[in-house]
């Protein structure tokens, strides 16, 4: 069977499923004694390894065996959870990751992983991977090799009937049959390989239960545990005998090894408790009640996916172009309908009008995705970053679920991930400084998502040492980035975002200037190229709060139509506070700059017709039109010979030939054919 037309399924369901390992490891971390979590993980991991064996990549499946295999023996009791076993498992996720990645860049998802398998070996065996040289001796001397292979695990009925089958001449086998990966009817070799043995004893027990083996929910292998009075060898080349089977290790297992498995999981997990059997009473009713809460969540959730469908992002690219030809034609068949002023026709257009703007909702919302999927790879990272640097850090998400289009969440990552190595590396403090400064040992992030307009807001803030406005004017004088005259008239606003500043951020060491800047004026320059701003706020000793307003799509947008001369020029709206005719007597000059007195605030005027270099063939009447902007606090006015009106437009990138145009950030097709082109209002507020 070809895979390949599986392989993009396979990468985006086993990225799904390692998403889901870390998030649940996380909760894991603060809730050690959930059971339901540990089965969550497992069921991620489990799915996990069935399709990677399925698709053939062999390594991926026997490591995410390997930590099944821990996760089984946690839930079931027979070790206990703890802080070192996590990083393990975490270790293994990372190993994961990079195996899953190496596939979806074409690789063969080969990694050398055995430094984390044998971890996981000795923490199945109940050992400590970070204690195994001193261990490894006393484990030798007292573990029985033959006890460690005791696959299934008994209960006291159980183990009654094979003591009494012991006494009347019985010995117990533990039969595990391995079928071959090519093997199509595996639920009619199980039945063949029962057959057998019933034919040479009485089968006791089997793992998985007998029901899942017949509707084939195991993956190749599956144990059964019988008491025969043929000999081991007999047994097992009995078994061999039904085809598709690949292998069958037959182990003979004694009373004192099913007792002594029986008793070791207990001791392992309290060993200083006097109510051993109560408590795991108890924990167990707990957990059953926990999973069948979980189960009947899940088959509601389960209910829930029904209803949506995948459907690959080009083809939803391919649909956001089409539509993109469609509001063009409807510019133009509104400018037609006005233009020929038919009644027919002018109703027509209007319900097409209607239609197409529901339309474009439906299809803006399908592009939509949760801030969740670039948000939920922060508490691992948080996490690591934390334990390398010794503090201590609590990471609140909030509003995880407010949606962006595609394309702003596919480019957002990467700046957020630099803001908040920033704030954990040089906003917290160490807890020895908090302590000493009255402040928690534990530092707090908070990375907030929320709606405001047409943008998407996103906040990190952090409780840490602030940003020093002294350290950061000292850096920005010696850098040449402002006179010490002019850094004095400097709001604190204004003095913060020098750190945003292209150059200051290569600073040799940082740390001196209060530890903000490293590499920022990258994160800035993303952010405006997403049509966005960022701006910060800082009290020196309690925190930061870095904030960043984003649009909410970038392939549709409204602008305000502007003419000069015989060029058509877009204006988007976000930008626009409100337009106003000036005077050409009102105009004042201060600095070199031509000025205007707006509501008491002195603007700049930017005069588009020079900045755009447009050839003029109009004389200028004695008013101006101006659409007054802002960018953050600035503002600027720009002058334009006349309003046209509002307008939704399709932004087009200008292709590879006409890269960084100054000021213009795109272009779009108007109603009557002609083009115009949009104004990049960030570039020209500086």
Do not use: W
């Not at 003979?252 to 060993?271: F, G, N, Q, W, Y």
């Not at 956001?320 to 027919?344: A, H, K, T, Y």
């Not at 480019?411 to 402040?439: F, M, Q, Y």
């Amino acid at each position: 069977m070809d895979m390949n037309q599986y392989l993009e399924v396979f990468i985006e369901e086993s990225k799904e499923h390692l998403q889901a390992c870390n998030e649940q490891l996380l909760e894991l971390e603060k809730n050690p004694e959930d059971i339901t979590i540990v089965n969550e993980i497992f069921r991620s991991a489990h799915t996990l390894k069935g399709m990677s064996a399925t698709m053939g990549y062999e390594d991926l499946a026997k490591l995410t065996h390997q930590m099944e295999n821990v996760l089984d023996a946690i839930r079931n009791h027979k070790i206990k959870f703890n802080p070192e076993i996590l990083d393990v498992v975490f270790l293994a996720v990372d190993d994961l990751e990079a195996m899953v990645q190496s596939i979806a860049e074409g690789g063969d998802g080969k990694r050398d992983v055995s430094d984390v398998v044998a971890k996981l070996l000795l923490i199945e065996k109940g050992e400590s991977p970070s204690q195994t040289a001193a261990k490894s001796e006393v484990a030798a001397t007292i573990a029985d090799p033959v006890q460690k292979n005791i696959k299934s695990v008994y209960d006291e009925f159980e183990l009654t009937v094979l003591q009494q089958s012991k006494e009347q001449g019985f010995e117990t086998f533990e039969i595990t049959v391995s079928l071959r990966e090519d093997c199509l009817l595996k639920a009619a070799r199980v039945f063949m390989v029962f057959e057998i043995m019933e034919k040479i004893g009485e089968v006791i027990k089997s793992t998985p239960s007998v029901e899942q083996l017949e509707e084939e929910q195991f993956d190749r292998e599956f144990t059964v545990t019988i008491v025969s009075k043929d000999i081991k060898e007999d047994i097992q080349k009995k078994v061999m005998k039904v085809s598709e089977v690949d292998s069958v290790e037959v182990n003979l297992l004694t009373m004192e090894d099913l007792r002594s498995s029986e008793k070791e999981p207990i001791e392992a997990e309290l060993p200083n408790s006097v109510n051993d059997t109560e408590k795991e009473i108890q924990d167990n009713s707990e957990s059953k009640k926990q999973e069948e809460k979980k189960a009947a969540t899940s088959s509601s959730s389960s209910k829930q996916s029904s209803k949506t469908i995948r459907v690959n992002i080009e083809r939803l690219d391919i649909l956001m172009n089409l539509f993109e030809e469609l509001v063009i034609d409807r510019g133009r068949l509104e400018q037609i309908s006005r233009d020929l002023n038919n009644q027919v026709l002018h109703e027509t257009v209007e319900r097409m009008t209607r239609i197409s703007g529901d339309l474009q909702n439906i299809i803006l919302n399908m592009r939509m995705v949760p801030v969740e999927t670039v948000f939920n790879r922060f508490p691992r990272m948080v996490r690591q970053l934390a334990r390398d640097l010794n503090k201590q850090i609590n990471l609140e998400i909030i509003g995880a679920e407010t949606e962006l289009d595609r394309t702003v969440i596919d480019e957002i990552g990467d700046p957020l991930v630099h803001l908040i190595r920033n704030a954990l590396d040089h906003g917290v403090e160490t807890p020895e400084i908090r302590k000493a400064n009255g402040k928690s040992e534990e530092g707090t992030v908070i990375l907030k998502a929320y709606h405001s307009g047409n943008h998407v807001f996103i906040e990190i803030e952090d409780d840490g040492a602030g940003i020093n406005r002294e350290k950061v004017l000292a850096k920005a004088i010696k850098k040449g980035i402002v006179t010490e005259q002019s850094a004095a008239s400097m709001s604190d606003k204004q003095v913060f975002e020098l750190i945003l500043a292209s150059g200051f951020s290569t600073a040799d060491k940082i740390s001196d200037v209060s530890g903000r800047g490293v590499g920022l004026d990258v994160v800035k320059s993303t952010i405006e190229s997403l049509g966005g701003s960022i701006t910060i706020d800082s009290t020196h000793g309690k925190g930061s709060i870095f904030s960043i307003q984003l649009p909410l799509t970038l392939s549709i947008i409204s602008v305000m139509l502007t003419e000069i001369q015989k060029e058509k020029y877009a204006i988007p709206l976000s930008s626009i506070i409100e337009t106003a005719i000036v005077k050409k007597s009102d105009i004042l000059n201060a600095h070199n700059q031509r000025v205007i007195d707006f509501r008491g605030k002195v603007v700049p005027l930017l005069f588009l017709k020079e900045i755009f270099d447009v050839p003029v063939f109009e004389e200028e009447d004695e008013f101006y039109s101006v659409v007054i902007v802002r960018k953050g606090d600035k503002m600027a006015g720009l002058v334009v010979d006349s309003f046209i009106g509002q307008q939704e437009v399709v932004l087009k990138s200008l292709g590879n030939y006409l890269t960084n145009v100054f000021a213009i950030s795109g272009a779009t097709i108007l109603g009557d054919g002609q083009v115009a082109l949009i104004v990049d209002c960030n570039a020209l507020i500086k």
